[in-house]
């Protein structure tokens, strides 16, 4: 199951848009609804997650601007 998008009602997030593959190989879409959702995507692909999801038009344009990688990463 890979996260395509974070929906929002009201300026807040409300569930996700999902896509999957079935048992029979076909590839089906999931919505989810939720009182809460906890974006955790990881530093590279939060940020990808959230413009997606129309989040980076309303707030900062500046989403993931500060992303960097670690020092240990090669």
């Not at 079935?22 to 939060?46: E, M």
């Not at 129309?54 to 992303?67: D, E, H, M, N």
Request: charge should be positive; include cysteine.
């Amino acid at each position: 199951c890979l996260v395509e998008r974070v929906e929002t009602t009201g300026g807040r997030a409300s569930g996700v848009v999902a896509g999957a593959r079935a048992a029979d190989g076909r590839r089906v879409r999931l919505r989810v609804r939720a009182k809460a959702v906890v974006v955790a995507a990881g530093t590279l692909h939060t940020p990808k997650l959230l413009a997606a999801s129309g989040v980076a038009r309303r707030t900062s344009q500046g989403l993931g601007r500060g992303v960097t990688l670690h020092p240990a990463f090669r």
